[in-house]
């Protein structure tokens, strides 16, 4: 695994403990300097990023990701319930084409929210994204 991918690990589990962007970043660089300066690999160092971030106490912070996640939850629960309220109370039929299109188009854009969310709560604070991907490559 290289550095990047272990931030990006550990990014992930920290967030997912709920810790502020701020904190991420600033622990991040901590480690960053310390791996600069012992020439360490991360794993060697600090474990698995997933052990590391669990020795965190959890914060209360609501990541990009999650946020993005739950807009999913929102959008799908949404679609389905103007989807049955159409038709088992207006009494809207779509027809089996127009609900398959219909089904396809919330699923496509259910996953696509899912898939964003999954990106935010990998990617690293933009402050040392770059210092970090200039090391390993």
Same mark, same amino acid.
């Given at each position: 695994?290289?550095?990047?991918? *272990?931030?990006?690990a550990?990014? /992930?589990? /920290?967030?997912?403990?709920?810790l $502020?962007? @701020?904190?991420?970043a @600033?622990? /991040?660089?901590?480690l960053?300097s310390?791996?600069? &300066?012992?020439?360490?690999?991360?794993?060697?160092a600090?474990g698995?990023?997933?052990? *590391?971030? &669990?020795r965190?106490?959890?914060?209360?912070?609501?990541?990009?990701?999650s946020?993005v996640g *739950?807009?999913a939850?929102?959008?799908?629960?949404?679609l389905i319930?103007?989807?049955?309220?159409?038709?088992?109370? /207006?009494?809207?039929?779509?027809?089996f084409?127009?609900?398959?299109? *219909?089904?396809?188009a919330t699923?496509l854009?259910?996953? $696509?929210?899912?898939a964003?969310s999954?990106?935010?709560q990998r990617?690293?604070?933009?402050r040392?994204? &770059?210092?970090? $991907?200039?090391?390993?490559?």
């Amino acid at each position: 695994m290289t550095t990047l991918e *272990y931030f990006r690990a550990l990014a /992930l589990g /920290l967030r997912q403990r709920k810790l $502020s962007e @701020d904190q991420v970043a @600033d622990l /991040l660089r901590e480690l960053q300097s310390h791996l600069q &300066e012992t020439g360490a690999r991360p794993e060697d160092a600090f474990g698995s990023p997933k052990e *590391y971030a &669990e020795r965190f106490p959890k914060g209360s912070t609501v990541s990009r990701g999650s946020k993005v996640g *739950y807009l999913a939850a929102a959008v799908l629960m949404v679609l389905i319930g103007a989807k049955v309220f159409t038709g088992q109370v /207006l009494g809207i039929s779509l027809g089996f084409p127009g609900t398959l299109i *219909y089904l396809g188009a919330t699923a496509l854009l259910t996953f $696509s929210l899912v898939a964003w969310s999954n990106v935010l709560q990998r990617r690293l604070p933009e402050r040392i994204a &770059e210092d970090l $991907s200039r090391q390993d490559t």
